[in-house]
């Protein structure tokens, strides 16, 4: 009797040693405000892992920004047109995903965008346009056949003078891809990076079945344009509505159209959702070069990656593999979205 009070003592103390604890912190990277989520039963291990997922950010940042004069891609951008630089393993493989992105596109995602970065600035600071023949010489910079990779010295040469290379389209996605995978190996079952909006999550929360994520509305601060439940998936929002230029009353946004130099317009968000937070960014920055025929078309014949978009007009578009339900009318109306069954 004396035993079986003790276990029936000791159960409810056992439940709540098994229960998920939920610990989040955030921090300012890359530009952007990157909040990580871990949830086991361990909360020592959650902190830990937070701690190493955002430090491991960190790294990352200092490797391949290209606004910090010490990293190894502003080492790149600075011997343009001079000769080749070794970097480490990791930056090259960035590289050389980034150029199988550009070709998968044709060339609307373009690491060397960014030598147009020196005439176009989102940061609120432009007062008019830059003249054409400042267009034209950025442009005829920005070529990724131009990067030539070495794989024998993991070496990076820019082969013209002027060239830059940046990875704001693809940088972010990157990150959070490795800091989930490290807080995965640490043994965090469960777990959300959100990278300034761009979102990767593993498992489930703690007190539900699925991640439930919402899509930001471009018109509005308070309401989401569209909710989803997800798990294991990333979800990646490129948009207009934060960074751009205000110009003679018309709005650029702070993606480049590689081939003119001019910022691309025609929507105003793109979404994707695939399980890779990399290829998400990535591909959200291309659809948004490409418009809406060709992004979608794009999307529908990618294996496990399906897209929004919400046109300058407002018009929602959405890949194959997404069913869209509207909630409520007028003003308020946020969509749910529901993931299809895979593609074939
Ligand atoms: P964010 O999530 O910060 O809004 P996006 O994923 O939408 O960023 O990518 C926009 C960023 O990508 C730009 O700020 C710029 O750094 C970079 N970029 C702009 N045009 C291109 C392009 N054509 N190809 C690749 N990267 C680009
Ligand atoms: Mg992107």
């Known amino acids: 009797m004396r035993r079986l009070l003790l276990i029936l003592l000791l159960l409810p103390a056992c439940l709540i040693a098994q229960q998920n604890l939920t610990y989040r912190k955030s921090a300012g990277m890359?530009?952007?405000?990157?909040?990580?989520?871990?949830?086991?039963?361990?909360?020592?291990?959650?902190?830990?892992?937070?701690?190493?997922?955002?430090k491991e950010i960190?790294?990352?940042?200092?490797?391949?920004?290209?606004?910090?004069?010490?990293?190894?891609?502003?080492?790149?951008?600075?011997?343009?047109?001079?000769?080749?630089?070794?970097?480490?393993?990791?930056?090259?493989?960035?590289?050389?995903?980034s150029l199988k992105i550009a070709k998968l596109t044709e060339g609307a995602f373009d690491i060397s965008f960014a030598s147009a970065d020196r005439i176009w600035k989102f940061d609120g600071s432009m007062q008019g346009l830059p003249t054409d023949s400042a267009i034209n010489a950025s442009v005829s910079k920005i070529n990724y056949e131009n990067i030539q990779l070495?794989?024998?010295?993991?070496?990076?040469?820019?082969?013209?003078?002027?060239?830059?290379?940046?990875?704001g389209g693809i940088g972010k996605g990157y990150a959070a891809n490795r800091a989930s995978l490290?807080?995965?190996?640490?043994?965090?079952?469960?777990?959300?990076?959100?990278?300034?909006?761009?979102?990767?999550?593993?498992?489930?929360?703690?007190?539900?079945?699925?991640?439930?994520?919402?899509?930001?509305?471009?018109?509005s601060e308070e309401k989401m344009l569209a909710w989803l439940g997800i798990k294991d998936l990333a979800v990646v929002t490129s948009g207009d509505y934060e960074r751009f230029a205000m110009i003679e009353g018309k709005r650029y946004a702070h993606i480049i159209n590689p081939?003119?130099?001019?910022?691309?317009?025609?929507?105003k968000s793109v979404t994707i959702l695939c399980p890779d937070a990399e290829l998400a960014d990535a591909l959200a920055t291309s659809?948004?070069?490409?418009?809406?025929?060709?992004?979608?078309?794009?999307?529908?014949?990618?294996?496990d990656v399906e897209g929004l978009l919400l046109t300058d007009?407002?018009?929602?578009?959405?890949?194959?593999?997404?069913?869209?339900?509207?909630?409520?009318a007028g003003e308020n109306t946020?969509?749910?979205?529901?993931?299809?069954?895979?593609?074939?």
């Open 182 to 219: 490290l807080m995965h190996q640490m043994g965090i079952k469960s777990g959300l990076v959100n990278a300034g909006g761009d979102i990767i999550c593993w498992g489930r929360p703690a007190e539900r079945e699925l991640w439930r994520i919402g899509i930001a509305d471009p018109k």
């Open 259 to 267: 081939k003119t130099g001019w910022p691309v317009s025609g929507l």
């Open 58 to 97: 960190q790294r990352i940042e200092n490797l391949i920004s290209s606004w910090d004069k010490n990293s190894q891609t502003s080492e790149i951008n600075r011997q343009a047109g001079i000769k080749a630089v070794k970097v480490d393993w990791e930056l090259y493989s960035l590289i050389n995903r």
């Open 313 to 328: 007009e407002d018009e929602l578009l959405s890949s194959q593999g997404i069913e869209i339900e509207r909630s409520a």
């Open 334 to 344: 946020t969509y749910q979205l529901k993931l299809r069954s895979k593609k074939p």
């Open 287 to 303: 659809v948004f070069v490409l418009g809406r025929e060709k992004g979608l078309a794009l999307i529908n014949q990618l294996k």
């Open 30 to 54: 890359m530009g952007s405000q990157f909040g990580l989520t871990a949830t086991s039963p361990n909360d020592s291990l959650n902190r830990a892992a937070v701690r190493a997922g955002l």
């Open 150 to 167: 070495n794989p024998q010295d993991t070496s990076v040469f820019l082969l013209e003078k002027g060239m830059k290379i940046g990875f």
